[in-house]
């Protein structure tokens, strides 16, 4: 993938290699992650714009990957402490991730959860 995509991802793991040192588990699946590079306490839709600017330009090779068995999804973790604090991704944003594959996957949680 990070040939065929030339980037390199934020974290890569092979299937078979240890989970943890002390599990015992091993992985059941290749990973390549991707992260922003943008502060933790950013705005979602700030990181999912970073994302998109590296990502749209392979869209071609990320489509490929698709067609030959991959999966890919954008997993966003959301977190505040504050009580009413709200996720806003604009249309726009929506229309950009459309052109790529995978779902959006929200994890929603208070920071005291981390």
């Known amino acids: 993938?990070?040939?065929?995509?030339t980037?390199?991802?934020?974290?890569?793991?092979?299937?078979?290699?240890p989970v943890g040192w002390r599990s015992g588990t091993v992985r059941p699946v290749s990973l390549w992650?991707?992260?922003?590079?943008?502060?933790?306490?950013?705005e979602l839709a700030d990181h999912?714009?970073?994302?998109?600017?590296?990502?749209e330009p392979k869209a071609d090779a990320v489509w490929q990957l698709?067609?030959?068995g991959y999966v890919a999804d954008?997993?966003?973790?959301?977190?505040?402490?504050?009580t009413e604090h709200a996720i806003e991704l604009d249309r726009?944003?929506?229309r950009r991730l459309l052109t790529l594959p995978g779902d959006l996957l929200l994890d929603v949680m208070s920071d005291d959860e981390q």
């Open 74 to 82: 954008w997993f966003c973790l959301a977190a505040s402490h504050a």
């Open 92 to 94: 726009p944003l929506l």
């Open 33 to 42: 992650l991707l992260s922003s590079d943008l502060p933790p306490g950013g």
């Open 1 to 5: 993938m990070t040939r065929l995509l």
């Open 48 to 55: 999912l714009h970073w994302l998109l600017d590296r990502l």
């Open 7 to 17: 980037l390199e991802p934020s974290q890569a793991f092979e299937v078979g290699e």
């Open 66 to 68: 698709i067609s030959e």
